[in-house]
């Protein structure tokens, strides 16, 4: 009998720690985040370099930050487009890579902060790289942004640099003489 009730109280013990020692905890919140937008002036740009024109269009800076503490949790980003179009008549443009400066108040560029990568521009897609006269590309922007440049007064401009290859573009005709059948 000792042997019944001594195993009816084993299971209750079990039962009562599988439900007392394995219930959940209360646990602190969680840390919410959110979007930090920075307003960009003017958001859209009409831009001319060499043989090509475009805009740059959508920009805007956004960072992520814990709600409540404001802690970063991930760097701000500046996003937007870039549309080129080759304005000559005969010249190609084969597109190699860019680079975006951030300009402080003196016209110099502002430094990235440790860790950020220097914000380049990978034309991609095949094709892409290349324009032909009257033809244009569209490619999206996304790029760190130094800390520095978020404080009032500090960012005066953003120079977008280019470099390209243009090459001769001819269209030549070719006509010969043909006869179909015995003429």
């Known amino acids: 009998m000792w ?11 079990v039962v009562a720690v599988m439900t007392l020692g394995c219930s959940q905890q209360p646990s602190a919140p969680a840390s919410l985040i959110e979007d930090k937008a920075y307003p960009v002036t003017p958001p859209a740009v009409t831009v001319k370099v060499g043989i090509m024109t475009g805009e740059i269009t959508e920009l805007k800076v956004t960072e992520r930050v814990e709600q409540g503490s404001g802690r970063v949790v991930s760097t ?15 010249q190609s443009v084969r597109l190699v890579s860019g680079r975006i400066r951030y300009i402080d108040a003196q016209g110099r560029p502002i430094a ?16 892409a790289e290349r324009l032909d006269p009257g033809h244009d590309a569209t490619q999206s922007l996304e790029a760190d942004v130094p800390a520095e440049a978020l404080k009032p007064g500090k960012l005066r401009g953003i ?9 001769p573009y001819k269209e030549e005709k070719l006509s010969f003489p043909v006869s179909i059948g015995s003429q």
């Open 76 to 90: 701000a980003k500046l996003t937007g487009t870039l549309k080129l179009k080759n304005t000559s008549v005969d």
């Open 3 to 13: 042997k019944y009730w001594g195993g009816v109280g084993l299971v209750i013990a």
């Open 112 to 127: 990235m902060a440790d860790g950020q990568q220097e914000p380049t521009i990978k034309f991609a897609g095949y094709g």
């Open 159 to 167: 120079r977008l640099e280019l470099a390209y290859l243009p090459s």
